[in-house]
T-cell receptor, first 116, second 111 residues
Framework: EAQVTQNPRYLITVTGKKLTVTCSQN?????MSWYRQDPGLGLRQIYY???????DKGDVPEGYKVSRKEKRNFPLILESPSPNQTSLYFC???????????????FGPGTRLTVT | EDQVTQSPEALRLQEGESSSLNCSYT??????LFWYRQDPGKGPEFLFT???AGEEKEKERLKATLTKKESFLHITAPKPEDSATYLC????????????FGTGTSLTVIP
């Protein structure tokens, strides 16, 4: 089954304790991305990756890091989480169309993060 | 300044009562406009992509249309299972690898 998986699904942590949210896709997609979803603000893009070792900032990258060492995995790293990073996080992946742009995105089930 | 605005924020319909959701955008250089459906506790699920003004796409009771400054998602004779949040996102020519989402319309269809 084609899917994007995220782990963990729920996480409660304390300010400053480094954490990693994993994301994996089994569709051989080149493009992967991380979003956060907050009430009244919608989905906002954090980082995206066009392929292995190619990553770029989205609209809200501050406080986050990513890496893309393998095509299927795109972990999101919070080195020193703060309460304003409490949110619902989604990973997504997409194939690239002929012109080299991403197309429809397949989203994971989400990770609900609470930072106290 | 919001680049993508969806209206209404919430919509309640009786089963069978057709209506439309709106997605307006203030950006220039649109490459594509995407519609997604999001059920509670799940990730968004792709519905349609529109690329040029005048384009229309249909899927079951849903039809998406695009003009130069907005898109409509028409829902014909909705059923309770159409209840969900509908999101639109724009992709720009200049930043074609990024997506900008609206805040969504929460649709409830009452039996």
């Amino acid at each position: 089954e084609a899917q994007v998986t995220q782990n963990p699904r729920y996480l409660i942590t304390v300010t400053g304790k480094k954490l990693t949210v994993t994301c994996s896709q089994n569709m051989n997609h080149e493009y992967m991305s991380w979003y956060r979803q907050d009430p009244g603000l919608g989905l906002r893009q954090i980082y995206y990756s066009m392929n292995v070792e190619v990553t770029d900032k989205g609209d809200v990258p501050e406080g986050y890091k990513v890496s893309r060492k393998e095509k299927r995995n795109f972990p999101l790293i919070l080195e020193s989480p703060s309460p304003n990073q409490t949110s619902l996080y989604f990973c997504a992946s997409s194939y690239l169309v002929v012109q080299g742009f991403p197309y429809e995105q397949y989203f994971g089930p989400g990770t609900r993060l609470t930072v106290t | 300044e919001d680049q993508v605005t969806q209206s209404p924020e919430a919509l309640r319909l009786q089963e069978g009562e057709s209506s439309s959701l709106n997605c307006s955008y203030t950006v220039s250089g649109l490459r594509g406009l995407f519609w997604y459906r999001q059920d509670p506790g799940k990730g968004p699920e792709f519905l349609f992509t529109l690329y040029s003004a005048g384009e229309e796409k249909e899927k079951e009771r849903l039809k998406a249309t695009l003009t130069k400054k907005e898109s409509f998602l028409h829902i014909t004779a909705p059923k309770p299972e159409d209840s969900a949040t509908y999101l639109c996102a724009v992709q720009l020519i200049l930043t074609g690898n990024q997506f900008y989402f609206g805040t969504g319309t929460s649709l409830t269809v009452i039996p």
